[in-house]
């Protein structure tokens, strides 16, 4: 066999699990090629695809696994089972699964989680959002400061989600701390565990509730795909056995628990993001607000390329040795998918990448993955930021940031990638049209 003649990856890079300089990091290693070999918490290494193109053909590639059973070194143990981030890789839902497996999963949520549910979501969305604006003056601390990301873009995702999943009121608190702690790369052993016994409690409940009382939900809807309706009619009962077949107790569980961290936290993440990239650049913010409800997509579209809500996204096994972007990957490596940095790739979107311009060419951008595991509430999180991002700055116009935005401590994670805190001045409200 000829010797490989390709030269070796850069790296490895050790990547700060606190985030503290996210972009900066990526910057360097992007700087060094579109693959770097990177090291994880706990010495664990690991491939990180970081330049766009790289991105995109990682996700397109056929012999690339999305199920951690290809992991070798899970696999023989190298990486141990109380690895403290190990429940951000070992899921079974079908963000982990793939070909027929994949669709086997994703097939009972596309049912029930269907562009009309979502559609008719809008006003209750709206209503969410006025009840959230009417609460924040609140929210203020003795010096008059209010943080943005908890009170109003974690609560929105956090409201709507739970709503469409079903969660009751008083379990919600519980189920965002877990969410929130589940994305901290900083976890010991023993955190991460309680995580895990928690998450898998709390959703087990949630199942048997919704067993013994249904309501007009998610997780109803996926109960009753399982159960397979003894009223449905022969085609439906051959469809509905061939949807139970594939969701286990243990796969329903782990199917809700990736619609509420996704649907969570994400979409928190893109709130913080696009609000604190609209506080700290003025101009682009009345261009926006001058510039009609066509330009709010746009500033979605920017924020979600400019500041991707995902950091890196776990996580990808090749099942045979494979090339990407020119670097040879052996077979059961990890790989991640560096999106936030792919968003700033110089080669994709010009030399000012990471400047925040919403009047800048429409340029497809990676933030919700792409592939057969394009992210299935991508327009569930678009469609909460336009109505939340415009309704906001309309609300309180004098709206001002109280810190300086390279001060902000970011969220302690590689997964997600957002400030842990937006803290603002409201101002005096704007007069609601519905006010004398």
Known sequence: M?????????????????????FGEAARMRAAGPVVRVVLPGDVPAWLIIRHDAVAELLAHREVSKDWRNWAALAD???PADWPLLGMFKVDNMVYADGDDHLRLRRPVVKVFTPARVAAMGSGIENIVDGLLDHLPRKADADCVVDLRAHFAEQ?????????????????????????????????????????????????????????????????????LCDNDTNASTDEKNTQAEDAKTLSAEEL?????????????????????????????????????????????????????????????????PLTDITIAGTAIPAGDLVLAGYSSAGRDTDRHGPDADAFDIHRSAAKHLAFGGGPHLCLGAHLARLQATVALPALFSRYPRLALAAEPGSLPPLKSLFANSAARVPVRLGAPARRTSEP
Not at 2 to 20: E, I, Q
Request: aromatic share 6%.
């Open 2 to 22: 000829p010797r490989d003649t390709r030269p070796a990856a850069p790296g490895p890079f050790t990547l700060d699990p606190t985030a503290a300089d996210h």
């Open 77 to 79: 143990g190298t990486v």
């Open 156 to 224: 929105v995702p956090l409201t709507v989600i739970c709503d469409l999943v079903g969660v009751p009121h008083d379990w919600r608190p519980l189920l965002a701390g877990l969410v929130q702690r589940l994305f901290d790369t900083t976890l010991t052993a023993g955190e991460a565990a309680h995580i895990q016994h928690a998450r898998y409690h709390l959703l087990r409940d949630l199942v048997l509730l919704r067993r013994t009382e249904p309501a007009d939900d998610i997780t109803t809807a996926l109960i009753a």
């Open 253 to 317: 569980v782990d199917t809700l628990w990736l619609l509420l961290t996704a649907g969570y936290e994400t979409t928190a993440s893109l709130l913080a993001n696009a609000s604190l990239a609209l506080l700290a650049h003025p101009g682009q913010l009345r261009a926006a607000r001058d510039g009609g409800p066509d330009m709010w997509p746009r500033v979605v579209e920017e924020s979600l390329r400019r500041n991707a809500p995902v950091g890196n996204f776990p996580a990808r096994y």
